[in-house]
């Protein structure tokens, strides 16, 4: 991106993507969600393409509303849309399906991943792209000097080798995740939203997120303060944590929202 250049997105999303565009003083047009979080590919494209866009940033699943998009909607746009598409699939071990294969048939695609969520080394940094042979130079031409370290390159050869243990902690997770959800479900004053992630939004009816926020930072609990998504006021973002944890985690929320 250059100075006066557009990217698009959608609304809500990953903070980052406006950041970065912002970051190259390019324009950040953000085209929100439908009302149930699916795309609105019409406004999308229409968006896209009458400003010329040259990029598309798609976080499938998506932060913080948490769903996966459906296959068809993400090709759609990947029809309609002639500059780069970055789909970021940090998500996606906790999801349906991936993106990746289709790089062989979009020579516009970018799909981005991370070691950072179910291998849990967020700290070490390091995350890959995955995109054909043209635009693969191009991005290592423009990369940083040195970015990530051998630790860092080493670790991840390591973590990669352990395919059955990954899926075992998917698994684990899944299942937590699911159990999460019909808790949530069980309280008043709760709804909670499906999930292809690690975390589950969910949004509240009587009480605001900033207050229940506070008073389950005053247990010790901390989940993301998120607030509006889209109709909804008062959403928070809880991260599936393990099985013990996640009960106590219930236990104050519903003091928190049924007092
Ligand atoms: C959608 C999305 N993309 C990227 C990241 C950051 O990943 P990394 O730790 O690899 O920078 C996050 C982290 O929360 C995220 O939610």
Redesign the pocket.
């Known amino acids: 991106l250059r100075r006066e250049d557009r990217a698009i997105s959608i609304d809500p999303?990953?903070s980052?993507y406006m950041r970065t565009v912002k970051a190259r003083r390019a324009h950040y047009m953000p085209v929100p969600l439908k009302d149930d979080f699916s795309l609105d590919i019409d406004s999308l494209l229409h968006v896209a393409n009458t400003m010329r866009a040259k990029l598309l940033f798609l976080?499938s699943p998506?932060?913080p509303t948490a769903n996966q998009f459906d296959k068809d909607s993400i090709h759609r746009i990947l029809e309609g849309f002639d500059g780069i598409v970055i789909i970021?699939e940090?998500?996606v071990d906790f999801a349906s399906y991936s993106t990746v294969e289709w790089i062989k048939e979009f020579d516009n695609l970018i799909v981005?991943r991370?070691?950072?969520?179910v291998y849990g080394i967020?700290g070490l940094?390091?995350?890959y792209a995955i995109s054909n042979r043209e635009i693969s130079s191009v991005i290592r031409r423009f990369k940083m000097p040195y970015a990530v370290s051998s630790v860092a390159l080493r670790m991840g050869l390591k973590l990669i080798e352990k395919d059955a243990f990954i899926e075992q902690k998917i698994h684990e997770i899944k299942k937590v995740r699911s159990n999460l959800i019909l808790n949530l479900k069980s309280l008043e004053n709760v709804k909670p939203f499906k999930s292809d992630t690690n975390f589950v939004l969910f949004s509240l009816s009587k009480i605001s997120s900033e207050k229940a926020y506070n008073q389950l930072l005053e247990q010790g609990i901390i989940i993301r303060k998120i607030g509006k998504v889209l109709n909804f006021k008062n959403c928070l973002r809880v991260t599936v944590a393990p099985p013990h944890i996640m009960k106590k985690f219930i236990t104050a929320l519903r003091e928190v929202v049924e007092e």
Do not use: E, Q, V
């Open positions: 999303t990953f980052i976080c998506n932060n970021d940090t998500y981005l991370t070691f950072s969520k967020a940094r390091l995350g």
